[in-house]
Nanobody, 116 residues
Framework: QVQLVESGGGLVQPGGSLRLSCAPA????????MGWYRQAPGKQRELVAH???????NYADSVKSRFTISRDNAKNTVYLQMNSLKPEDTAVYYC??????????WGQGTQVTVSS
């Protein structure tokens, strides 16, 4: 079952920007860390960024200084502002939420394509 819903993906030219959003389909209690992962064809899913309920962030080296993760704790909504997009950023982006520090929730994924 899909418990998180992503939006904001699409096609963008190199150097462009996209903003992804993710929120639970229904209220989920006890979420601490939320994040974004991505998976390109033929590659493993990788962490893009995550953020704790306290606002501590972590980014993959490949997206540092270009992507910004943020969240609205009240809504359990997490955002990913992606700037200066590169073709290498093309992937399906998945939202993740960790509940009680153990259980993981995932979205279905949203396609981000960076191409001219």
């Amino acid at each position: 079952q899909v418990q998180l819903v992503e939006s904001g993906g699409g096609l963008v030219q190199p150097g462009g920007s996209l903003r992804l959003s993710c929120a639970p389909a229904r209220r989920i209690f006890g979420i601490n860390t939320m994040g974004w992962y991505r998976q390109a064809p033929g590659k493993q899913r990788e962490l893009v960024a995550h953020i704790t309920s306290g606002g501590t962030t972590n980014y993959a080296d490949s997206v540092k200084s270009r992507f910004t993760i943020s969240r609205d704790n009240a809504k359990n909504t997490v955002y990913l502002q992606m700037n200066s997009l590169k073709p290498e950023d093309t992937a399906v982006y998945y939202c993740n939420a960790q509940q009680w520090g153990t259980m993981n929730y995932w979205g279905q994924g949203t396609q981000v394509t960076v191409s001219s």
